[in-house]
């Protein structure tokens, strides 16, 4: 199982960028999809999910910013966030498991920095 995280970098306040998460191993559109976030010495949060069915749901610093995507034909999936914050700096993680609360596979994780 791999699940390769890509897209993060530098970005200043207001900009966006877009993450993704491509997939092999374990089939990918009967998983949930999520994005996470961890800041050092901050619990790793949940960011945004997508059900298999397309069910979105965000954490509320994020609503409105941010899109989760998928891809079920590429395995991959995508996180669109636009009107970055300095809040919004981390290293985002993706994620696949059987709920929203059950992650059984991670990615390895890309870092996010929002500069004023």
């Known amino acids: 199982v791999q699940l390769q995280a890509s897209g993060g970098g530098m970005v200043q306040t207001g900009g966006s960028l877009r993450l993704s998460c491509k997939t092999s191993g374990f089939t990918f559109r009967n998983y949930i999809m999520s994005w996470h976030r961890q800041t050092p010495g901050k619990q790793r949060e949940v960011v945004a999910s997508i059900t298999t069915g397309g069910n979105k749901k965000y954490a509320d610093s994020v609503k409105g910013r941010f899109t989760i995507t998928r891809d079920n034909a590429e395995n991959t999936v995508y996180l669109q966030m636009n009107s970055l914050e300095r809040e919004d700096t981390a290293v985002y993680y993706c994620?696949?498991?059987?709920?929203?609360?059950?992650?059984?596979?991670w990615g390895q994780g890309t870092e996010v920095t929002v500069s004023s």
């Open positions: 994620a696949g498991g059987p709920s929203t609360v059950q992650f059984n596979y």
